[in-house]
Structure formats: structure tokens, C-alpha cells
């Protein structure tokens, strides 16, 4: 069964539970947020290319046609990662001490690759980020831990 192991095919038929319906499957607009669910993190490109779509109810994903996508997705090398990121958010770290502007991490992800809307943004900052300074500044690990779930690299 698309070369899936049994704990994440347990781990995909929870997901299918709560997004979806049974024997119908997931709705294709869901695509992306169900993989991500799974601890992946496919672009927006990848998801249209496995067949996700930008309205919903124009098709469904059963089980069956999932864990194939669920596979190829989770051999993807263009995701990043935790240690990616922190490479990126150096560049905005003019102290070198790991701390960054707030207002330049909330542009880079309002204008930058594929980029959040004002909500995702928010939403991503109320669940994510430690309060700004006093100088607008931004512990940048912590934030990104949360964000890639790496509870080991939280202080």
C-alpha cells in the first residue's frame, strides 16, 4: 500500500476522520492542510501538482488515492527545515545574537515565496511568537521550534 508504514497509515486514517467523511475521503481543497498535518510541509506548487484544488467541492481524495500522494510528498527535498529556516532568518539578525525585527519577519512572510495573508500571519504570531521587545525585536529560534514543532530547541 504505496510503500506507507502501518503507524502512518494509522496516523493518515486520523486525519481522514477528522477532515473528511467517511468512505468519501477528504475534499481535494484540504489537500495541503492534511499533509501538513502529517508533519509535512509541501509548497502550494507541490499540492496542485498532487491534485489539490482552490475550491471546494470540486473533487474528493479517498484514503487509497491518498497514501501514494502522502509517499511521494514525504520524499520531496524542497521543504526545509528547521535548520533552513534559521539560516534564512540570520541574514535579518543584524546583532548576531538571535533576534530579529519583528515588522521584517511579518514582511518576508506577507511578501516573500509564498506568501500568508494579514490572518495567517496573526494566527501564526499569537501561537508562535514570544512578545517583541522593547526595540521591536524577536527571539527567532523559539518562534521557529513552535513553528516546526522542535520542542528540544525551545530555552
Known amino acids: 500500500m504505496a510503500d506507507v508504514p502501518k503507524r502512518e497509515i494509522e496516523n493518515v486514517e486520523f486525519v481522514f476522520e477528522v477532515m473528511g467523511s467517511a468512505g468519501e475521503g477528504i475534499d481535494a481543497v484540504d489537500l495541503g492542510d492534511a499533509l501538513r498535518a502529517l508533519n509535512l510541509n ?4 507541490l499540492i496542485e501538482k498532487m491534485g489539490g484544488t482552490k475550491k471546494r467541492n470540486e473533487k474528493k481524495i479517498k ?3 491518498f ?7 514525504k520524499k520531496e527535498k524542497e521543504q526545509g527545515c528547521y535548520e533552513d529556516f534559521i539560516e534564512c532568518l540570520k541574514l535579518y539578525d543584524k546583532e548576531e545574537n538571535g533576534t530579529m525585527m519583528l515588522a521584517e519577519l511579518q514582511h518576508a512572510l506577507l511578501a516573500l515565496g509564498e506568501s500568508l495573508d494579514d490572518e495567517q500571519v496573526e494566527t501564526l504570531f499569537a ?10 525585536l524577536i527571539p527567532y529560534s523559539p518562534f ?4 516546526c514543532e522542535r520542542p528540544d530547541m525551545l530555552k
Do not use: F, H, K
Not at 144 to 147: P, S, Y
Open 67 to 73: 497514501l501514494p500522494i502522502y509517499s511521494q510528498v
Open 127 to 136: 501561537d508562535c511568537m514570544d512578545p517583541e521587545d522593547d526595540e521591536g
Open 42 to 45: 509541501p509548497t502550494l506548487a
Open 63 to 65: 484514503m487509497d488515492e
Open 144 to 147: 521557529l521550534a513552535r513553528m
